[in-house]
């Protein structure tokens, strides 16, 4: 008898698999799609601002990575993938990822990235508002940049520059990260 239950509960885990995540009533799905990758969920959480919550987001890679350092310098697609809580105008949003930029690079090294923040700045204005309800992902299309995507639909042109990206990366996973326990559920680790 044991050895039908576990046959059955292998069939039930194929035909039925579990969603990876759920952060606060938002189900991240355990692998994505990045161009022609499949990338692997590596962590999921939730960005908090005093006792509001602004949005779900989800880390996806080629494969799962535990060391921030290590998954900021890994290659390859990956994507991050943002699930708005609360309604935020598109200057409130870009001006904390631009924070998060300066506050996890040199002066310099954020010069240097100051008109590709710019440019992301940019394409969040143009969409006004990111809303409650809204996917917002940020991928890393090794051919082509950091592409941003508003609810599946390509928004500005793509982002050149690995560096870029990898910026981006170090707003949740750098040493100054926006938020200590969102860089832990980021980095998979049970909270």
């Not at 008109?115 to 299309?141: F, N, Y």
């Not at 100054?176 to 049970?190: H, I, N, S």
């Amino acid at each position: 008898m044991g050895t039908n239950l576990l046959r059955f509960l292998v069939f039930l885990s194929i035909a039925f698999p579990a969603l990876a995540a759920d952060v606060a009533g938002v189900k991240l799905e355990d692998r994505d799609r990045v161009a022609s990758s499949e990338l692997v969920l590596n962590g999921a959480g939730l960005r908090k601002r005093a006792f509001f919550q602004v949005y779900a987001i989800g880390l996806y890679l080629p494969e799962r990575k535990t060391l921030a350092a290590e998954l900021v310098a890994a290659t390859g697609p990956k994507r991050v993938a943002i699930h708005m809580l609360r309604d935020v105008e598109a200057d409130q949003f870009s001006g904390a990822l631009a924070d998060g930029v300066k506050d996890n690079h040199s002066e310099a090294e954020a010069k240097a990235l100051e008109p590709r923040v710019k440019q992301l700045a940019a394409i969040m204005a143009e969409m006004k508002e990111a809303k409650k309800g809204m996917r917002i992902t940020l991928d890393w299309v090794p051919a082509a940049g950091t592409q941003v995507t508003v609810e599946g639909k390509s928004a500005g042109a793509p982002i050149p520059g690995e560096d870029f990206y990898r910026a981006l990366l170090r707003i949740w996973l750098g040493d100054k990260p926006v938020q200590d326990d969102l860089k832990k559920a980021l980095l998979g680790e049970k909270q």
